[in-house]
C-alpha cells in the first residue's frame, strides 16, 4: 500500500503526452489511444520553444470530436502568459467540448524566458501570477460574478456562461516541485502533475502538498496524483538511454544526458515497468508517458507499452 499522506484513488491509470500535427494525425492518435486501452491523452504547452508546438487547448478540442471516453489534460498550460477571463472562457468550452472530461493542469514555466518577453510578462512574476489567477479562474468558470482586485488582473465583475460540464469545474493539477509551488498546490489545487523527479522527491512533495493543504484549512475528498514520465522502451538499457537522451537533448536545447539516466524510465519492459511501481509506492496513480525517441516511432512505443508493460503492472490497484 501507498503511504501517501493525501486522499487519493486506488486505480492506477495511463495516459500519454503527444503532440498532433492535424486532423488526420489526431484522428489517428485518439483511436490509437483507445484501441490500446490507454485512459488519457495529454499536450504540452509553450508560446515559443525550441522544437514545433501547437497551442494546447486548440488541439484537445480537435481531439474531443473523436472520443467518447478518454479524459484529456494540458500539463503543463502556463497561466502566467494569459489573462484569466479569456482563458476561462476557453476552459470552459473545452470542458463542454470534453464531455467534461478535462483535467486542466497548469505551471509557471520560466525555462524559457524569451517566450515571457514574447507576451510582456517578467518572468519573475510568474508564481505570484499563478496564485492570483487560480482562484480567479474558478470562479470565472463556476459563473460567479468575479471581480479582478489585482495587482496582476484587475478588471470590474463580470459573470461568465455557460457553467461547466463538470461541478466545480475541470480539476486543476498543479505542476512544480520547488516547495513554494508544492505548498501552493496544497493551497489551492485538485491534483499535483510532476516532472523530473525521482521516486524519492514525488513522495516528499506529497508531504509538503498534504502539509499546505492542512495549513490552508482544506478538507479534499481526492486528490489527483499525476507524473510526466519520460519513457523509452528498447532492449537494454544503455540503448535506451542513448535514444532517450538524444531526442530530450534537442528538444530542450541543452545536453539531457545526466538527467534522463535520473529521472527517466528507459531500458527494457520490466525496467521501465519497476519504475512506474517505484512511483506508484509513492503515491502516484495517473502515469502520463512521454515516449521519447523519433515521432515515427511513437506508435510502436505505444504498443509495445500496452502489450509487454502495462500487465506487469496489473496488481498494482
Known amino acids: ?56 487547448l486548440l488541439q484537445l478540442a480537435q481531439a474531443a470530436a473523436f472520443s467518447e471516453r478518454l479524459r484529456f489534460g494540458t500539463s503543463v498550460y502556463l497561466v502566467p502568459l494569459r489573462h484569466p477571463t479569456p482563458l476561462a472562457k476557453q476552459v470552459t468550452t473545452l470542458d463542454h467540448l470534453t464531455g467534461g472530461r478535462l483535467i486542466f493542469g497548469v505551471g509557471v514555466g520560466g525555462e524559457f524566458p524569451d517566450e515571457f518577453l514574447a507576451c510582456g ?39 461568465l456562461r455557460p457553467r461547466p460540464v463538470q461541478p466545480g469545474g475541470p480539476p486543476i493539477w498543479c505542476g512544480g516541485r520547488a516547495d513554494v509551488a508544492l505548498r501552493r498546490a496544497g493551497r489551492m489545487a485538485d491534483g499535483w502533475i510532476s516532472y523530473v523527479v525521482t521516486p524519492e522527491a514525488y513522495r516528499r512533495g506529497l508531504e509538503i502538498i498534504a502539509k499546505g493543504a492542512t495549513a490552508a484549512g482544506r478538507e479534499i475528498e481526492t486528490f489527483g496524483t499525476g507524473h510526466l514520465l519520460f519513457t523509452r522502451i528498447d532492449s537494454d538499457r544503455e540503448r535506451a538511454l542513448d535514444v532517450a ?73
Open 245 to 317: 537522451s538524444a531526442h530530450l537533448s534537442q528538444r530542450y536545447a541543452m545536453d539531457f544526458r545526466r538527467a534522463t539516466a535520473r529521472y527517466a524510465a528507459v531500458g527494457r519492459p520490466e525496467d521501465v515497468a519497476e519504475r512506474i511501481a517505484a512511483f506508484w509506492r509513492a503515491g502516484l496513480r495517473h502515469v502520463v508517458l512521454d515516449l521519447v525517441g523519433p515521432r515515427e516511432e511513437r506508435d510502436l512505443q505505444l504498443q509495445r507499452f500496452a502489450a509487454e508493460v502495462r500487465p506487469l503492472l496489473s496488481s498494482l490497484g
Open 121 to 159: 510578462v517578467p518572468v519573475h512574476e510568474r508564481g505570484a501570477r499563478l496564485e492570483e489567477a487560480i482562484p480567479l479562474l474558478r470562479r470565472l468558470v463556476n459563473g460567479e460574478e468575479t471581480e479582478g482586485p489585482g495587482p496582476f488582473y484587475r478588471f470590474p465583475p463580470v459573470r
Open 1 to 56: 500500500m501507498s503511504s501517501a499522506p493525501l486522499p487519493i484513488q486506488p486505480r492506477l491509470e495511463f495516459g500519454f503526452i503527444s503532440s498532433m500535427a492535424g486532423p488526420a494525425d489526431t484522428r489517428a492518435t485518439v483511436e490509437g489511444a483507445e484501441r490500446l486501452g490507454f485512459d488519457s491523452l495529454w499536450v504540452g504547452d509553450h508560446v515559443a520553444f525550441p522544437v514545433p508546438i501547437l497551442d494546447p
